[in-house]
T-cell receptor, first 117, second 109 residues
Framework: GAVVSQHPSRVICKSGTSVKIECRSLDFQATTMFWYRQFPKQSLMLMATSNEGSKATYEQGVEKDKFLINHASLTLSTLTVTSAHPEDSSFYIC?????????????FGEGSRLTVL | GQNIDQPTEMTATEGAIVQINCTYQTSGFNGLFWYQQHAGEAPTFLSY??LDGLEEKGRFSSFLSRSKGYSYLLLKELQMKDSASYLC??????????WGAGTKLIIKP
C-alpha cells in the first residue's frame, strides 16, 4: 500500500516553544492531507484539512493561528504547534488519501507524540 | 447531526469469533471504513464497504446495511495480536470521515 511518513515520532519541548511536525507521502502525490489529534483512549479528532497550494481548512474549535499548516508541495504537509502549552500534549497523526477514484482509502503516518513540559 | 456509535470495549477468547457493531448517521453516505489501531500507533486500514453485503478478507469480514445505517466487523480465529482498538468511520456526502470513538478489543488466552 501507499506510504505516509511522519516525523518526528516523539518530541518533548518546553512550554512556549514551537514544534514542527512533517508529513510526507513517499510514493504518491497527495493533493489533500488531514491532520488529527488523539487524546488517550479517545478517537481521532480531525483538526484540519490541508490542501496543496492553498490555505488549510480548520475544524470548528481549532485555532488556526496556533496550529499552522503548510502544504507547499504534493508530497509534504507540515503542522507547526506555536507557543506550545502542556494542554497541547497529544498524539498528532496525519493522513493522506490516495486518489484511487473509488474508495479514496486513507493512509496514516506513524503519528507524533508531543509532550510539552 | 452526524453520529457514529460503537461499543466501548469487548472481550473475547483466543481462537473464537467476535463481531463489533457500528451504527451511523451521516449527511449523505459514501462508504464505511474499519481501521485497526494498536496502542500508541496510528490506525491501519482494514476494510471499506459502500454496497450492502459482506466483504471477506482473510480472517476479517465487514458487513454493511445502508438502509439500517449499520455495519459490523467480524474477526475469526482470534489471535492475541488482534488486541487493539477498532475504529468505525463513515464518509459523508462531502467525502469527510466521521469517526467513531473506537472499540477496544481485549483477547484472553
Amino acid at each position: 500500500g501507499a506510504v505516509v511518513s511522519q516525523h518526528p515520532s516523539r518530541v518533548i519541548c518546553k512550554s512556549g516553544t514551537s514544534v514542527k511536525i512533517e508529513c510526507r507521502s513517499l510514493d504518491f502525490q497527495a493533493t489533500t492531507m488531514f491532520w488529527y489529534r488523539q487524546f488517550p483512549k479517545q478517537s481521532l479528532m480531525l483538526m484540519a484539512t490541508s490542501n496543496e497550494g492553498s490555505k488549510a481548512t480548520y475544524e470548528q474549535g481549532v485555532e488556526k493561528d496556533k496550529f499552522l499548516i503548510n502544504h507547499a508541495s504534493l508530497t509534504l504537509s507540515t503542522l507547526t504547534v506555536t507557543s506550545a502549552h502542556p494542554e497541547d500534549s497529544s498524539f498528532y497523526i496525519c493522513s493522506a488519501r490516495v486518489p484511487s477514484g473509488d474508495t479514496g482509502e486513507l493512509f496514516f503516518g506513524e503519528g507524533s507524540r508531543l509532550t510539552v513540559l | 447531526g452526524q453520529n457514529i456509535d460503537q461499543p466501548t470495549e469487548m472481550t473475547a477468547t483466543e481462537g473464537a469469533i467476535v463481531q463489533i457493531n457500528c451504527t451511523y448517521q451521516t449527511s449523505g453516505f459514501n462508504g464505511l471504513f474499519w481501521y485497526q489501531q494498536h496502542a500508541g500507533e496510528a490506525p491501519t486500514f482494514l476494510s471499506y464497504n459502500v454496497l450492502d453485503g459482506l466483504e471477506e478478507k482473510g480472517r476479517f469480514s465487514s458487513f454493511l446495511s445502508r438502509s439500517k445505517g449499520y455495519s459490523y466487523l467480524l474477526l475469526k480465529e482470534l489471535q492475541m495480536k488482534d488486541s487493539a482498538s477498532y475504529l468505525c468511520a463513515a464518509m459523508d456526502s462531502n467525502y469527510q470521515l466521521i469517526w467513531g470513538a473506537g472499540t477496544k478489543l481485549i483477547i484472553k488466552p
